[in-house]
């Protein structure tokens, strides 16, 4: 990898909320690398920060009530935290776009189709902005007959249709980067394979890298190049994701694992994991995923981990992640949910 192809790169990142003594750590030293082209998929349970950090990409973060204590956004090597505003502008939209989770309330309802990407066209490419790009536009997102449909408004359409027409417009501006924050997670399970085939086809088609975000990992397995997993503000384990999907390392990724329902495929038994995820302010001492994990041993309160490469190309946060399950002598908790679950569910 040459430094010319990283399109972003996060380093250190840290972001708080309030200040003073009320101030709360919501991204607590995060460092992400995406290339020209590829795909990063960033993973975890609602509240763990993910949202945050995507957003901070184009700093739409307002500050106050955030602030950015430390760390760096290079976007084509620039520091988007030391952006004018102008400069600001020119980023949104134009190098990084976004699609969000609900279409319905991300789309005008009063304007059709085609005003709503016109006004997208006009702001980017004004040299672009034609019937004839934005139907281009429209099929090119798998929408059938885009000359009529251009003319709906956003409630004539159904919610697949709706975030079909935002990616559209995302697209607009032909972005280096789309970053798509949970893009699925409204819809139906079937509408949810629609789009994250499309998803893969429009990043094979354009050679545009993506952020996709969701809290489900049986939606990433076809589109991710990489897989980072997010837990209470930091990464805990990052890796090429047919790796990650396939020997996951991190006690946290393996729970996610056996708790998300698959889009395609055998149903199996869910198993929600225990406990749920700490507040901002409120982490847990050490690692902070230690009074949910089922390998956590006495000294995890106490030693907080690093996120070290244990294997090439394979990003750990866990003192344990080669150990099997503790005895029950060695168990921070040997009555820990997680830890009876996870023995049930190896057989032990
Ligand atoms: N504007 C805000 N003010 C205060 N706290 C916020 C704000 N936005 C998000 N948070 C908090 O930051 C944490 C991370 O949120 P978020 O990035 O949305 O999580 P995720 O996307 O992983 O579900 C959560 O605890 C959330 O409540
Ligand atoms: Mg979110």
Redesign the pocket.
């Known amino acids: 990898m040459t430094n010319n192809s990283l399109l972003l790169e996060i380093r250190n990142l840290k972001l708080d ?1 309030g200040a003073g003594d009320g101030a709360v750590r ?1 991204v607590d030293g995060v460092s992400l690398s995406i290339r020209e082209g590829e795909t990063l998929c960033l993973v ?1 349970e ?8 995507a957003l901070s990409i184009a700093r739409l973060v307002p500050t106050p ?2 602030s950015y204590p430390a760390g760096e956004i290079l976007l084509q090597g620039r520091d988007i935290l030391r952006m004018s505003k102008t400069e600001l502008r020119d980023i949104r939209g134009g190098v990084v776009s976004y699609i969000f989770q609900e279409p319905s309330t991300s789309l005008n309802p009063v304007f059709r189709v085609r005003s709503q990407i016109m006004e997208s066209l006009k702001l980017h490419r004004p040299e672009a902005a034609t019937d004839d790009e934005i139907v281009r536009l429209l099929k090119l997102v798998g929408i059938p007959a885009p000359e009529s449909r251009m003319r709906d408004y956003p409630h004539q359409l159904s919610g697949g249709m709706q975030q079909r027409v935002m990616i559209s417009m995302a697209l607009a501006s032909q972005p280096k980067l789309l970053v798509a924050d949970e893009p699925t997670t409204a819809l139906d399970v079937t509408i949810q394979a629609q789009i994250i085939d499309l998803l893969r086809d429009l990043k094979q088609r354009l050679g545009m890298a993506m952020l996709l975000i969701t809290h489900n990992l049986g939606i990433v397995g076809d589109i991710a190049d990489r897989l980072a997993v ?1 837990y209470a503000g930091q990464i805990v384990e990052l890796a090429p994701a047919n790796e990650l999907l396939s020997r996951p390392l991190h006690p946290y990724t393996q729970a996610l694992m056996h708790s998300v329902p698959k889009l395609s495929g055998q149903a199996k038994r869910l198993t929600a994991i225990p406990g749920s995820v700490p ?2 302010g409120a982490f847990p001492s050490g690692c902070r995923f230690h009074p949910r994990c089922p390998k956590a041993r006495f000294d995890c309160p106490e030693r907080p981990p690093e996120l070290l490469e244990v294997l090439p190309g394979r990003w750990v946060r866990c003192h344990y992640w080669d150990a099997a399950l503790p005895e029950p002598h060695q168990a921070l908790n040997p009555n820990n949910p997680a830890l009876i679950q996870a023995r049930q569910a190896s057989g032990n």
């Not at 609602?46 to 950090?53: A, I, L, Q, Y």
Request: aromatic share 6%; glycine share 18%.
């Open positions: 909320f919501a975890g609602s509240g763990c920060g993910k949202s945050v950090t009530p955030a997010m507040n901002l």
